[in-house]
């Protein structure tokens, strides 16, 4: 679809390129939509909202985490701009809305409700997170190319585009916790990915150093996490290693 929009003219604020631009934000979701229809066996339920009260503020408090941090680093912590942000938007309903749409709704039945669960069958958390967040990485080249979109205006060859794509690969293992560890599924999943866009908009990293502080607060996040969950990763590798061994 992007490589369509860009065939039509490349530039978002036309109307072809911009309904080409919609439909591919949603590839991930539609995809795993696809192959659910066609057959493909869905994977086993948790229950996640039995858990809300566990995953809920962990996913909310850490996917803004890294842009929060950069703000207040940074000096551009700006409550005034923000509101003034949602009041342009519409209300915080309107924010709520927006940030629900612009990626999570749109990508994470595919990202963390169809491929995480299937990579998990031989991968473990930290190898899962690296494959997945390197194809979200580089799921978002073509919008590079599109003219309109706040990747455009990184440029492709610039480090801050560097740090874009290295940035997802521990904001994928931070996702990984909230929706497997913590067992919030997709859910989880949507309402981490929703706090990353939402910070990020509204408290946006203002200078170079803000984009650096920002990845290297993202990967803090998810190396102390890892910290925290290595014991349980160590289970994970313990119980697949008797599972793969033959019986006497």
């Known amino acids: 679809m992007w490589a369509l929009a860009l065939a039509a003219g490349g530039r978002i604020d ?45 996913a909310l408090l850490l996917g803004a985490a890294p842009a929060l941090t950069a703000a207040l680093l940074t000096g551009s912590f700006d409550l005034q701009a923000a509101e003034q942000q949602v009041s342009a938007l519409g209300g915080p309903l309107a924010v709520v809305g927006f940030a629900l749409f612009t990626g999570p709704l749109s990508e994470e039945f595919g990202w963390r409700g169809y491929a995480q669960p299937r990579l998990r069958r031989t991968l473990s958390p930290y190898a899962t997170s690296l494959v997945l967040g390197l194809a979200w990485g580089l799921w978002h080249l073509p919008l590079f190319l599109l003219a309109g979109t706040s990747q455009s205006e990184l440029g492709l060859f610039s480090w801050q585009a560097l740090l874009f794509f290295v940035g997802w690969v521990p904001v994928s293992y931070t996702i990984w916790t909230v929706s ?10 949507v309402a981490a990915h929703a706090a990353v866009n939402t910070a990020d908009g509204l408290f946006p990293a203002a200078s170079p150093a803000g984009v650096l502080i920002g990845t290297a607060a993202a990967t803090g996040t998810a190396i102390a996490l ?23």
Do not use: I, M
């Open 14 to 58: 036309q109307t072809t390129p911009y309904v080409l631009f919609v439909v591919g934000a949603f590839g991930p979701t539609l995809v795993a939509a696809a192959l659910w229809l066609a057959g493909r066996r869905r994977p086993r339920g948790r229950r996640p909202f039995r858990h809300v009260h566990r995953w809920l503020p962990a």
């Open 180 to 189: 497997e560890r913590l067992r919030g599924g997709v859910a989880a999943a």
């Open 226 to 248: 890892a910290a925290l969950n290595g014991r349980s990763h160590r289970r994970d590798a313990s119980g697949a290693a008797c599972s793969a061994a033959p019986s006497s």
